[in-house]
């Protein structure tokens, strides 16, 4: 393994993603990344918090793509990192990205069971080395349904079950912005996963799903692609909280506050979910630990877990923040972003209700929100960038000194408290009143 300290500053790194082998500097040292295929027992994710103390700061994230990162390494304690988490045998994923939900297999909500076509895209991929050609950040998503929501995830390649025998593919982005090129059947949705990889991997190590076109897709899927399309209905999910599996089986679903916890307090939600009886845990979307067990043992670990400050439900507001580690973990922030979020959730929580984002990145790279969102602030070398219903990389509405960062977000908290109505949510508020009349409260205090 090579790793080198390098000073890195904004979107020099864009496209690189950390790995167990090869580490990403940052600005509290290097940091390594695991991805699981399978659940885990509250033991084995134990000793990942044992090791992330041992070899780095004692700080975990769990991205909003259920991988585990851990900070604050040197280029020795990386390479004994790597030892250790190896010898745990933990079920780690290798090479290409294929992501499914972390109940995969327990679910009996799900449309259709995802792990055989995953699998398949899995191994043909490793056996043709595809992810040393494709691009870093490549994705493939097999979505089943059920309880877990993967539709806000960018994925190059998008399977989205129709029901048991057919699956829509879509290609580039979030699922609501995909291009929809057509039904397979399901046996041949693998191969066709694989050829389209195949010849982005053809074209070169930038090329993504979303430079496929139409005829591009057509030419290769011939006859196996059914020329028509359906609306696949996507059902309101919650993403934390109890989740009810089978008639044996449950879910809690929780989440450390914007993704990063020290291995301290995971390591005691874990102890306390092993003297519940939980089974086993999964990291999943939304920055989320899935913990599966019996009812009772599910609920009283939620119940735990609330009073150990974990986000539990969609109506904490910290689950409407983005945010990523900014300063100074991150050596391409401008800006403490953590610390700005926990001013955000007490500042303004009736205005995150659930029904926006509010994307606060460090730098232009948007790494915790790569979509838009109706409220993205980001750090640059001027100030604090604004852009109403966009993404962080896009030309600010407005950049505000970095002295009013936390006003800014209280003049939001005023305009909400003045101009909402009865029933009405804050997205529809903020729509409602428009970019310019957002702006100008950001831009001068009301008092």
Known sequence: MS???????????RGVCPALSAP??????????????????????????????????????ITARGG?????????????????????????????????????????TTIADTRAIVSRISDAAAALNLHERLAAKMSVIVDGGGHVQ????????????????????????????????????????????IELLVHLAEKGPNARGRDLDLETVCGICGDRLIERNVDVPTTAAVPYGFMRLTDDLSAA?????????????????????????????????????????????????????????????ADDPRSSIAVCAGEPACASAFIPTRDLANHAAVEFAALLD????????????GCAHPTSSLLAFSGTAEGLAFTFSGRVSDIPDVILPFAEQKAALSRLARLYEKEHKPGENARTLLDRLGRQKIVAALRQDDR
């Open 150 to 193: 993967m539709l806000d995830l960018l994925a190059d390649i998008r399977l989205k079950a129709i029901d048991g025998d057919f699956w829509q593919l879509m290609l580039g982005g979030a699922e609501a912005k995909a291009l929809k090129a057509g039904v397979l059947r399901a046996g041949d949705a693998a191969a066709i996963v």
């Open 68 to 108: 585990v990162q851990f900070r604050g390494l040197t280029v020795k304690s990386a390479n004994a990192l790597e030892v250790d988490v190896l010898a745990l045998g933990l079920p780690l994923r290798q090479g290409l990205a294929v992501e499914t939900s972390p109940l995969a297999g327990l679910d009996d």
């Open 354 to 365: 659930g029904s926006l984002t509010l994307h606060l990145s460090g730098c232009g790279k």
């Open 24 to 61: 990403m500097q940052t600005g509290d040292g290097l940091l390594s990344r695991v991805a699981f295929t399978d659940g885990m027992s509250p033991e084995d994710l134990q000793n990942l918090c044992a090791l992330a103390a041992l070899h780095g700061n004692g700080l975990l994230d």
């Open 3 to 13: 790793a080198h300290l390098v000073d890195i500053k904004p979107f020099a790194r």
């Open 253 to 313: 679903a929780l989440a450390p506050a914007f993704g990063q916890i020290s291995a301290e307090a995971l390591s005691a939600l874990c102890r306390k979910a092993s003297a519940l009886g939980i089974i086993s845990v999964r990291p999943g979307p939304a920055h989320g630990l899935f913990f599966v067990g019996r009812e009772g043992a599910c609920e009283a670990l939620l119940s735990h877990a609330q009073q150990a400050g974990f986000v539990i439900g």
